[in-house]
């Protein structure tokens, strides 16, 4: 079973432009989930999206948006990019969209999108 | 709110030694712990989750955590470390019920020496 596909892999962009980063989640997982990754602040929630709808969102500016389609694949767009925004970008799988008593949450990530901006 | 605190983030043993990284936990409400292990240019794979059903948890690669609630702690062990373990070591804590978002920790970078 194929794992979490993350494209692309690596990509150098400058101030000012936007970016758009894809993720298909595994066979059968509905719920994607991104996360921001930096030396500075760690591993940071961004956003979850179930059945092509954000059901979580984390405490990052209007640029950071997403968005999932109707197969569960999902991308998310930074505009107008920052310095700051330099950062492994994972999304991450998971097989239902609620935890309840046999979903324990767990997440299946896959290898990111390492963003540099310059 | 919830919250994980890491406790070192650099931890040095030697081939063959005892692991232990720590993790305390802060939540509101009765919390799933897990910790997740990250090799260089990879993404984050699980070792072992805590459910609210047994306290001692074991996970692969040889390791195990032990669910505290009187110390909120949430410690990873392994008893005698490999090369291959060398890695960052993440736990993270989510809410029961609640929908999927998991807060980490600083994160614990774990070198193995011959």
């Known amino acids: 079973k194929a794992g979490v596909t993350q494209t692309p892999r690596y990509l150098i962009k400058t101030r000012g432009q936007q970016v758009t980063l894809s993720c298909s989640p595994i066979s059968g997982h509905r719920s994607v989930s991104w996360y921001q990754q930096t030396p500075g602040q760690g591993l940071q929630f961004l956003f979850e999206?179930?059945?092509?709808?954000?059901?979580n969102k984390g405490n990052f500016p209007g640029r950071f948006s997403g968005r999932q389609f109707s197969n569960s694949r999902s991308e998310m767009n930074v505009s107008t990019l920052e310095l700051g925004d330099s950062a492994l970008y994972l999304c991450a799988s998971r097989l239902h969209g609620e935890q309840g008593a046999g979903n324990t949450g767990e997440l299946f990530f896959g290898e990111g999108s390492r963003l540099t901006v310059l | 709110a919830q919250s994980v605190t890491q406790l070192g983030s650099h931890v040095s043993v030697s081939e063959g030694a005892l692991v232990l990284l720590r993790c305390n936990y802060s939540?509101?409400?009765?919390?799933?712990l897990f910790w997740y292990v990250q090799y260089p240019n990879q993404g984050l794979q699980l070792l072992l989750k805590?459910?609210?059903?047994?306290?001692l948890v074991k996970g692969i690669n040889g390791f195990e955590a032990e669910f505290k609630k009187s110390e909120t702690s949430f410690h990873l062990t392994k008893p005698s470390a490999h090369m291959s373990d060398a890695a960052e070591y993440f736990c993270a804590v989510s809410r029961m019920g609640g929908y999927n978002k998991l807060i980490f920790g600083a994160g614990t970078r774990l070198a193995v020496h011959p």
């Open positions: 939540s509101s409400v009765p919390p799933y």
């Open positions: 805590y459910t609210s059903a047994a306290t």
């Open positions: 999206y179930f059945s092509e709808t954000q059901r």
